[in-house]
């Protein structure tokens, strides 16, 4: 079945850095990539969604200029989460669809977890 | 290899009752999640299991057994509006979520 990896899964970063996250479709191409974020046990928080070769289109309350999204290819999209600060703590998941709009064609990632310290 | 197993569609009727299974294999367990989702919309979370047995929450409710590595979610009383995808996902040892491939329910008049 297509796969969708996250790279890193785990980071720890101080407090005004940035960290990007990757998104990859290893085996098919994603002309759109979805971000979400999830806070222990809680939904996943739709974030952003992630267009090839165009812009992102954020969610209502999500600050486009902290989350830089960038999806230059048709297998790779990026989240750089800028001067994070221990709130920006959590799960980020990205997640793609393979061909057509079904629920069940819609692939995840593993995840990555953020810490902010 | 980690895995997820799910049925990939389930059909049932409205005002019955429905259990979706999941099997699961992976690298450590730090719980298992269920999430419904439907069509163009974001997952809504349905239920956290960490320990062995039933957790019931209004119509809905998830079952966990670690040493079988197996869960269920059971859904009573379908309405229509339940006729979605359910996706169950454990997260491993290194907290990564490990996902299903999501089961299609029809809920039939």
């Known amino acids: 079945g297509a796969v969708v990896s996250q790279h890193p899964s785990w980071v720890i970063c101080k407090s005004g850095t940035s960290v990007k996250i990757e998104c990859r479709s290893l085996?098919?191409?994603?002309?759109?990539m979805f971000w979400y974020r999830q806070f222990p046990k809680q939904s996943l928080m739709l974030m952003a969604t992630?267009?090839?070769?165009?812009?992102?289109?954020?969610e209502q309350g999500v600050e486009k200029d902290k989350f830089l999204i960038n999806h230059a290819s048709l297998t790779l999209s990026t989240l750089t989460v800028t001067s994070a600060h221990p709130e920006d703590s959590s799960f980020y998941i990205c997640s793609a669809p393979t061909s057509g709009a079904d629920v069940g064609e819609q692939y995840f990632g593993p995840g990555t977890r953020l810490t902010v310290t | 290899g980690q895995n997820i197993d799910q049925p990939t569609e389930m059909t049932a009727t409205e005002g019955a009752i429905v259990q979706i299974n999941c099997t699961y294999q992976t690298s450590g367990f730090n719980g298992l999640f269920w999430y419904q989702q439907h069509a163009g919309e974001a997952p809504t979370f349905l239920s956290y299991?960490?320990l062995d047995g039933l957790e019931e929450k209004g119509r809905f409710s998830s079952f966990l057994s670690r040493s079988k590595g197996y869960s269920y979610l059971l859904l009573k009383e379908l309405q229509m509006k339940d006729s979605a995808s359910y996706l169950c996902a454990v997260m491993d040892s290194n907290y990564q979520l490990i996902w299903g491939a999501g089961t299609k329910l029809i809920i039939k008049p």
């Open positions: 299991n960490v």
């Open positions: 085996d098919f191409q994603a002309t759109t």
């Open positions: 992630s267009n090839e070769g165009s812009k992102a289109t954020y």
